[in-house]
């Protein structure tokens, strides 16, 4: 009887560990060059709009423009029409901006941790830029 109460007590305490991993992070901005501030307020305040999208992770650089987002569980099965609907609308937008969108959840983690670091001031604009170019090569190459 112990042993079935310490096992189910062990099962309850991995679920809600592994649920931490997918905690909400709130719409992050991070802009390594001034100039992008309006930019990108009005990306954030779109995809807050959209009610698919519930945590995003904007970031600008000088020419490049990261946007990373996770989609609600119930719109997994549409996350294509969604990326495709978001990206339409940044290049109808923005048509003169280098904007790649990803709602991959590796992608997502390292923007996150990108924008974590620039918060804490453990990096330089150069070394924002280059982990910037190196999230999007990623992001590249997995697709």
């Keep these: 009887m112990k042993i079935c109460r310490l096992g189910l007590l062990m099962m309850i305490i991995l679920l809600l560990g592994g649920c931490a991993v997918f905690q909400k992070v709130g719409p992050a901005e991070m802009i390594i060059h001034d100039g992008h501030k309006d930019l990108v307020s009005s990306i954030k305040q779109q995809i807050e709009d959209t009610d ?3 945590d995003t992770v904007v970031i600008a650089a000088k020419d490049k423009i990261l946007v990373t987002y996770k989609v609600r569980h119930l719109n997994r099965f549409k996350m294509k029409s ?7 609308w940044l290049k109808d937008e ?16 390292e923007s996150y941790n990108l924008y974590e670091q620039w918060e804490k001031k453990e990096l330089t ?7 910037l ?6 992001k590249n190459e997995m697709t």
Excluded at 133 to 138: C, S
Aim: net charge negative; aromatic share 12%; hydrophobic share 35%.
């Design 133 to 138: 170019y190196e999230i999007i090569h990623l």
């Design 125 to 131: 604009g150069q070394e924002a830029e280059k982990k």
């Design 94 to 109: 923005f048509p003169d901006k280098d904007v790649d969108v990803s709602s991959d959840f590796k992608i997502f983690l």
């Design 82 to 88: 969604i990326e495709k609907k978001l990206t339409t």
């Design 52 to 54: 698919e999208i519930y």
